[in-house]
């Protein structure tokens, strides 16, 4: 089993001179290629500051974080830029589109900064939002886009580079639940036929019943992890 | 495509860009028309100014024009001569021998300045047979003077009159002239009408007992522009015992007026162009403060803050541009009426344009450096304000910034 994300004994405190906020208390996590895995626990638990960490936005107060063997706190911030760019696709809870672009020119965006091919870039983006099912709203800007169809392109977007693995933060929370289990059931697609290795955060029952493997936070420490009670039982 | 983004984004808010860009292209289309406006007149004062006398510039004996006497004139030299015509921008020369003298008639005596021309030359630089008000022009190989009215008049002298000149001659003995009056000459110029005689050059010389010598070459130019260029070159090669003087240098306070005038309009069109940058600067701002999101975003996604800095001063310059551009299709059209039409005074503006000869008309001048200069001084301006945004998008924080 190939190692994608290799987090060590993560731990963030906010301001850690004034009024500390322990955001994250000595996380260890390890993901595999290919896994649908929920990050789950109620807000304020850490989830985002635990993403951001992984995904090489935020810097861990502590700890290290091994992603496909690279240890990422050793680049450089114009390296980690580039390695985002080239290993890790993201889907916010909002706001994840550029909203002077059509549908397809958001997804195309993301394989021109990897200086892709042009023929390339048309082939991939037809066929991934064909895959999102939204072959007819190629040229739809996204305020022309409901809020399930503008996530949709953003999964499109995170697959368009081919990264590692995507990191999804709460991508329902804004969702109606028909368009929560829409957006779920392209995901596990994805993840069945790209191959493509899933962690998303999320508080919403449901989603959590479509995840593979859930990790539970509270309070910045992972209460319990499905991987591990199932190799128990 | 980051270039179609930036083209893009202005549009968002179209109707913030749309009143940014008319107040850019207003200020163009002012500051356009206030230079051009401003240099066409300057521009045509002068060129009257220096058709009347002077020229645009004049090569003497060195030290002549600190002081005007035979003393100071020289032998003229076809080979100076020859390299004078020959400056490039140089359009016309005219050999000049001039002395003061006394003028008299009857019990009458008046002091005046006799200037010995070749008619010919003459009359290629300063079109003096168009002054004369009675009579005819000089020919060079027959006696005679060309008298201003004021002259005339104060001497009781009439066309076809005799004028008596008295003075002394370059080897300091008396030299006596009488000659016939062939035309009376009017000058707006006070100072010229009351005391300015004209006399074939060769005559001069002879009676000034200065064969062959001349005070002053009087240059014309093929194009206004072309004078500094045109002095420079005569200021290194003609030989030492020589001095070229532009007219700035002959009538000083007339070039220390224009470059006052000049300057209050500069120092308009810099407060023009500080309240445009206002106007620039709070747009940019509120893109900036309203984009923070997207920023971020597009920084984690995986896009450096510089290839975002590019699309923020891209926005910039399309913003400046198309105004600036808006500003010169509106100003050209307006120029090109000034210049056509130029704006025509009364009142005492007009009676003291009147007293120099002068038509107290307004004219713009079109010329390409202008409008190229005020684009410039827009975009410049914009760039830099672009400045700011781009510091703040280089220093970037993804996490934050997606938290506004
Ligand atoms: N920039 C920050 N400064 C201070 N405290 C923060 C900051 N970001 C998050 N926190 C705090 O860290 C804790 C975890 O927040 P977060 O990771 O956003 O949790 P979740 O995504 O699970 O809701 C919360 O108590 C939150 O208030
Ligand atoms: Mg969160």
Redesign the interface.
């Known amino acids: 089993m190939q190692t994608v994300i290799d987090a060590h004994n993560i731990s963030k405190v906010y301001n850690p001179d004034t009024i500390p906020v322990h955001a994250v208390n000595n996380v260890h996590l390890h993901l595999n290629r290919g896994e649908f895995t929920a990050l789950v626990g109620p807000s304020g638990s850490g989830k985002t500051t635990l993403l951001n960490i992984i995904g090489g936005l935020d810097a861990p107060s502590e700890g290290q974080v091994v992603i496909n063997g690279v240890d990422i706190s050793n680049l450089k911030p114009n390296q980690l830029i580039d390695f985002r760019l080239h290993n890790i696709g993201f889907v916010f809870q909002a706001f994840n589109l550029i909203p002077v672009l059509t549908a397809s020119e958001n997804v195309e965006f993301i394989m021109l900064l990897q200086k892709k091919p042009k023929a390339e870039r048309n082939k991939r983006v037809q066929e991934l939002l064909a895959s999102v099912g939204l072959s007819d709203k190629l040229d739809a800007r996204p305020n022309q886009l409901s809020g399930g169809q503008q996530q949709r392109v953003a999964v499109a977007r995170a697959l368009a580079s081919r990264p590692q693995f995507i990191l999804a933060d709460e991508p329902t929370a804004n969702l109606d639940s028909h368009s929560a289990a829409t957006l779920l059931d392209i995901m596990e697609k994805m993840n069945r036929e790209e191959d493509v290795t899933f962690l998303f955060s999320t508080h919403d029952q449901r989603v959590i019943d479509r995840a593979r493997r859930v990790i539970t936070l509270v309070d910045g420490r992972i209460e319990s992890d499905s991987a591990e009670t199932q190799i128990k039982h | 495509?980051l270039l179609k983004?930036a083209w893009?984004?202005i549009?968002?808010n179209r109707n913030r860009s749309l009143i940014t860009m008319s107040a850019i292209a207003s200020a163009v289309l002012l500051a356009v028309a206030t230079v051009s406006l401003q240099q066409g007149v300057w521009g045509h004062l002068i060129k009257n100014l220096v058709s009347l006398y002077t020229g645009y510039a004049q090569v003497h004996a060195k030290g002549y024009w600190e002081e005007q006497t035979l003393e100071n004139s020289f032998e003229i030299d076809k080979a100076v001569e020859q390299q004078v015509a020959g400056t490039a921008g140089v359009n016309a020369i005219a050999h000049r021998l001039e002395s003061f003298a006394l003028a008299s008639s009857g019990d009458k005596t008046r002091g005046c300045l006799v200037v010995g021309i070749n008619p010919s030359e003459e009359e290629r630089l300063t079109q003096l047979s168009q002054k004369i008000q009675s009579g005819h022009m000089l020919k060079s190989d027959q006696d005679g003077a060309l008298v201003a009215e004021g002259l005339a008049e104060k001497l009781d002298l009439k066309l076809g009159d005799t004028l008596v000149l008295l003075t002394q001659s370059f080897y300091g003995s008396t030299a006596a002239m009488k000659t016939p009056i062939r035309g009376l000459l009017h000058f707006g110029s006070p100072d010229l009408n009351n005391q300015i005689a004209y006399i074939p050059i060769n005559r001069a010389q002879y009676w000034l007992d200065a064969s062959g010598r001349a005070t002053s070459l009087v240059v014309g130019l093929e194009r206004p522009e072309n004078l500094p260029a045109v002095a420079r070159s005569l200021k290194n090669s003609l030989p030492k015992t020589f001095e070229a003087l532009t007219w700035k240098e002959m009538m000083p306070e007339i070039n220390q007026h224009i470059e006052a005038d000049s300057a209050g309009m500069y120092i308009m069109l810099g407060v023009l162009y500080l309240l445009i940058a206002f106007g620039i600067f709070s747009t940019l701002l509120m893109m900036l403060a309203e984009r923070q999101?997207?920023f971020g975003?597009?920084?984690?996604?995986?896009?450096?803050?510089w290839?975002i800095a590019r699309v923020v001063l891209a926005e910039t310059v399309f913003l400046t541009l198309c105004g600036s551009l808006a500003g010169l299709l509106l100003s050209y059209p307006l120029v090109w009426y000034l210049a056509e039409h130029p704006i025509q005074l009364g009142g005492d503006m007009a009676e003291i344009y009147a007293k120099f000869g002068f038509e107290a008309i307004f004219p713009a001048t079109i010329k390409a450096k202008i409008f190229i200069d005020q684009t410039l001084v827009v975009l410049i301006v914009g760039l830099v304000l672009a400045i700011y945004p781009v510091w703040r998008v280089l220093r970037l924080n993804?996490?934050e910034a997606?938290r506004h």
């Open positions: 495509m983004l893009r984004n549009w968002r999101r997207e975003m597009l920084n984690a996604l995986g896009m450096q803050p290839s993804a996490v997606m």
